[in-house]
């Protein structure tokens, strides 16, 4: 089960990344984060960070979100830390699901039945409570907010950048 979550970490950083920088993938083993230079396939770069739960690459600037059991990091394209921030402190008991907004840079944290969004410095923008237990959250091109919950599936329309809590529907 663990390789198989890696693998995924390892896909979604490099799908990511691959069209900000083609020469550089993301992967999480289970005590690092390490940056692949593709053309030469050696290793550049290594964080030291156990309990990795999730990896975004900002598309716009080839920033690297690394999201752990108790903190949300942010690095630079070179690995390079930005922010860390303890889940704690905006509310999550711990850090399960992450999306990263290409468009302005936010990020959206998902917590069994917490959900919040950061902006791109790490400052806190919203939070809410979620109709039940987050597996797995994904940000659309239209900027609506689809999360996957267990046999449900709710979608949070673009209109939560205007209202105080975001109108969902479930899907059974």
Known sequence: MKALFFAANLLLAAVTSFAVQASSIW???ENAVQQLDSDTHQIVTTLPLPKVKALAVDANDGRLLVLTERKIFKFSADGVNLWEIVLADIGLSEGKRLAANPYDGSL???SDKNLVRLDSQGRLLNAWSTPGSVKRVTL???ESLWLLGAN???HYSAQWR???QPQSFRFV
């Open 152 to 154: 449900k599936v709710w």
């Open 162 to 164: 205007t209202s105080r």
């Open 140 to 142: 659309a091109l239209d």
């Open 108 to 110: 959206w944290l998902a």
């Open 27 to 29: 992967f999480a083993t």
